[in-house]
């Protein structure tokens, strides 16, 4: 499935007003009996839709809906590398099957995951048209060797594009999560296609919250928050996803050419550990130290007994001690 139906479709956007509809006027828009509309509504409650039914007055979404929109995100991020698609697996396997017919900034959005996936093969709840799912590719010709900090500088660009959209303060997880006050606020999943001497494909997933459906919310087994309770604005997807193309497309040419060197102090300032007591998981043991940021290669610096230890990302992860 890669779209909703074209019923589906017409509900969707007959529910996006936020506004009460009856029955009856859905089985007509429909073309369907009342017991029908009820399986249709079920449909879209299935894949994340907050749908609530009052007697006397109808369906209501629990909020206005706002699709994305690929053409208003080419625009904004001038860009035409821009895929916006309803329903898929992944966004990030999408482009991993399109390797190596992609150009670098190829960008795919999706309304819905039906396999949404995060790091240590954990899955990404993704409910439609409720956060952004996005992925981005580039390649690298030097190879491998550049990629160690390349999850670091995805967090920062991520920031960065949060903050020229309104939200300020969130605060970076080392190796790549983003943070809010202690509760995660987005996840990065960089993939890889590499053989040896060769260039390295990499596809950047960065899933952010933006909207948390209550149903969702109960799926998800750590401390989470959303852009939507960060902002008094509206938070515009379409914009977002835009603003995150034109930080990315600034900041992957440099890091490619200078590494992360350039962002070091960037990082040392939005680092949610610095300086605080942590634990580093290891495969079957943990050490206690405290964070004294990260190293050129994006590897984190832990203080042990005075001594300064380097720990690199995929092997291990971070705990406030
Ligand atoms: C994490 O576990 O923190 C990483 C989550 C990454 C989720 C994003 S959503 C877009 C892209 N497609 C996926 O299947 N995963 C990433």
């Not at 828009?29 to 839709?49: A, D, F, H, M």
Request: proline share 3%.
């Amino acid at each position: 499935m890669s779209e909703l139906n074209e019923q589906g479709n017409k509900l969707l956007a007959l529910l996006a007003d936020g506004e009460f509809h009856s029955g009856e006027k859905i089985g007509e828009l429909l073309g369907v009996s009342r017991t029908s509309v009820n399986n249709y509504i079920k449909g879209l409650q299935e894949i994340g839709l907050d749908i609530y039914k009052v007697p006397g007055r109808g369906y209501q979404s629990a909020s206005p809906i706002d699709l994305l929109n690929e053409k208003v995100v080419r625009a904004l991020s001038r860009s035409q590398l821009v895929k916006v698609e309803q329903i898929l697996d992944s966004t990030n396997q999408w482009l991993l099957d399109k390797i190596p017919n992609v150009r670098n900034g190829q960008t795919c959005i999706a309304e819905y995951q039906l396999a949404g996936r995060g790091r240590r093969g954990r899955t990404w709840v993704s409910p439609f048209a409720s956060h952004l799912y996005f992925s981005y590719y580039w390649r690298f010709d030097a190879g491998i060797e550049k990629l160690s900090g390349l999850s670091l500088l995805v967090g920062i660009a991520t920031v960065n594009a949060l903050e020229k959209i309104g939200i300020q303060g969130v605060s970076l997880k080392w190796p790549n999560d983003l943070y809010f006050e202690g509760k995660k606020l987005a996840g990065i999943l960089i993939e890889l296609n590499a053989q040896a001497n060769e260039a390295c494909h990499t596809v950047i997933g960065i899933g952010i919250n933006v909207r948390m459906p209550p149903e969702q919310a109960k799926l998800i087994d750590q401390p989470w928050v959303d852009l939507t309770s960060l902002s008094r604005e509206k938070i515009d997807r379409n914009l977002l996803s835009a603003t995150l193309i034109l930080e990315l497309q600034k900041l992957m040419p440099e890091y490619e050419k200078r590494g992360l060197k350039p962002y070091i102090e960037r990082w040392l300032a939005l680092d949610y550990f610095l300086d605080k007591p942590v634990n580093v998981l290891l495969a079957e043991t943990q050490k206690a130290g405290i964070c004294r940021g990260i190293d050129e290669a994006g590897a984190l610096l832990l203080e042990v007994d005075g001594k300064v230890e380097t720990y690199i990302g995929g092997e291990v992860s971070l705990r406030l001690a």
